[in-house]
């Protein structure tokens, strides 16, 4: 029987490909579960080579630098020259990262190591998202949410790996995950095939639809970019307070044991995954506008009682909105790409590095906070960030803003 879903036919272009979806969600929690090791061995970094802070504190800006910063060049570079084994080529930046991390016996080796792997996690994002966009077959926002639950996974399991192989080991241990980044190799080479054969066909469609999808014209595209980076700022800002505090917020005002406490944020975290699968679902039925007001601004009246409630309460509350604000993200970079049709990857590279530089200052902002003050002080303030989305009011309407 012959396999009509690779044949770059118009019929099959309309298609939501679920299977390259699932895989390139599947790499998504590969690379982000890499990722995700880098803070959770801070602790053996800190012991072996007896690091200061500050020390440690260079080596996430070298890895959030390399991680966040040239993702827009790398976008600029996949939309005016497309490359279908870009995203496998970029897993070898990661791998070689991860080795010579598994390996390094000096800080400069090790700064030099989390570079490589930021680079290689800056090579994937901008194309990732333009792959899954290419097989979202018209469901765009779905398309992105997949996506975005695979890196939302990684990051979640990574810290647990790293405590089950990493800790008990050691640093060498490490290189284990080089399977992790040879497996996602082999995907991501399946993908780059399937690109192949679906470039011409897809990319000819984007550049005749560039010009005439928006109706919009410079002026607004520029306004509606400016409220979205914006809405990025209140979301990931108050979401590091979230990921980083919250367990000490819990174990300062409830003495909750340490063990508790993580699997509150576990329970945070996992609503957050539902809410981002969600959210891609809704906006591609009634609109991304809509999602992306009532997901920042709707988690704010829970957000702003969050620190003056009872136990059950807070963790009700800690649910409610991880649900409604992790839906924004998917709705957002969507919006984003049908403003600028043409220029997926461009896009994604901006707005997936500003989510990772904004939560990186983020967590070192509130950090400083809470050593002048207390806990309880940075999430009373913290809290005010979401009534920020108030402005995705003033977003423009735009044709394609409805599926």
Not at 28 to 35: E, K, R
Not at 239 to 247: I, P
Not at 256 to 263: A, E, H, R
Not at 325 to 351: C, Q, R
Request: overall charge positive; hydrophobic content about 50%.
């Amino acid at each position: 029987m012959t396999d009509n879903s690779n044949t770059p036919t118009a019929a099959n272009a309309q298609r939501t490909m679920y299977g390259i979806l699932l895989l390139i969600g599947t790499t998504h929690l590969l690379n982000d579960m890499i990722q995700s090791l880098i803070p959770a061995i801070y602790p053996i970094l800190k012991d072996s080579y007896d690091f200061s802070f500050s020390q440690i504190g260079i080596i996430t800006l070298v890895f959030q630098l390399t991680s966040s910063l040239l993702q827009p060049f790398v976008g600029i570079y996949a939309d005016r020259n497309p490359r279908p084994y870009m995203l496998a080529a970029g897993v070898i930046f990661t791998l070689i990262g991860l080795l010579c991390l598994s390996v390094s016996s000096t800080y400069a080796y090790i700064l030099i190591s989390v570079g490589l792997i930021g680079c290689g996690s800056s090579i994937f994002h901008p194309g990732a998202s333009q792959v899954a966009q290419m097989a979202s077959g018209g469901k765009k926002g779905l398309a992105q949410s997949i996506f975005q639950v695979g890196g939302n996974g990684g990051n979640a399991i990574g810290p647990l790996l790293a405590a089950l192989i990493i800790l008990p080991f050691g640093q060498s241990a490490i290189g284990w995950f080089a399977i992790a980044t040879l497996l996602s190799f082999i995907i991501l080479c399946y993908i780059g095939n399937w690109y192949r054969r679906q470039l011409r066909h897809s990319l000819h469609n984007v550049k005749v639809k560039a010009a005439s999808t928006t109706g919009l014209s410079e002026k607004p595209i520029k306004y509606a970019l400016l409220i979205l980076v914006i809405l990025i700022f209140s979301k990931y800002f108050y979401f590091s307070c979230m990921t980083s505090y919250f367990t000490f917020f819990l174990i300062d005002k409830f003495s909750m044991s340490v063990q508790n406490s993580q699997l509150c944020l576990f329970a945070f975290l996992a609503a957050s995954t539902i809410g981002t699968l969600a959210g891609g679902s809704i906006g591609d039925r009634y609109g991304r506008k809509l999602v992306i007001l009532w997901s920042i601004f709707g988690a704010a009246p829970f957000a702003l009682a969050l620190p003056y409630l009872n136990l059950p309460l807070t963790m009700l509350f800690a649910v409610i909105i991880g649900l409604v604000i992790s839906s924004a993200f998917s709705a957002i970079v969507v919006y984003a790409t049908e403003l600028m049709p043409g220029h997926v990857a461009l896009i994604a590279g901006i707005f997936f590095g500003l989510m990772f530089g904004l939560g990186g200052l983020g967590s070192a902002f509130f950090g400083w906070l809470a050593d002048l003050t207390s806990i309880n002080f940075i999430f009373q303030v913290s809290t005010l960030l979401p009534l920020m989305g108030i402005i995705a009011a003033f977003l423009p309407k735009i044709k394609t803003d409805k599926a």
